[in-house]
């Protein structure tokens, strides 16, 4: 689905405005997971997903996995998944009810945002060196 240049621009001001939060995201994860395959693998299914959900599942699997395996991720996802609820509330104020709609603004919004969030990692990563 085609966006108009409207709902891009609407788009572009909320990730603006929510920049603070994904900067804190992005530390957190460099504070928590300092190798960065992990936070690779989470942009690259950000960009090249076709569904929200398989993003906060992403999330979720690997909070859940064995206690010895990744502890860190517990300590980071439940404000991923906090600040990916932001979004999806932002994604069904824009759409208008249109379910189409909204999911590709929700997918926008998401690839807005994981940009923000690994730019920031990675910074953060130069000051933890």
Not at 32 to 49: G, Y
Not at 92 to 116: C, E, F, M, N
């Amino acid at each position: 689905m085609t966006l108009s240049m409207e709902t891009l621009r609407e788009i572009d001001i909320f990730l603006e405005e929510f920049y603070p939060q994904s900067q804190t995201a992005g530390r957190e994860l460099a504070r928590a997971l300092p190798e960065k395959s992990q936070i690779r693998n989470l942009e690259t299914l950000v960009i090249s997903t076709r569904r929200f959900s398989e993003i906060k599942n992403f999330i979720k699997n690997q909070a859940g996995k064995e206690k010895e395996a990744n502890p860190q991720w517990r300590r980071v996802a439940p404000n991923l998944l906090k600040q990916l609820e932001e979004l999806e509330n932002q994604a069904a104020t824009l759409s208008g009810g249109d379910p189409g709609r909204t999911l590709a603004i929700k997918l926008h919004l998401a690839r807005g945002w994981v940009k923000q969030v690994v730019a920031n990692y990675l910074f953060a990563l130069l000051g933890q060196n």
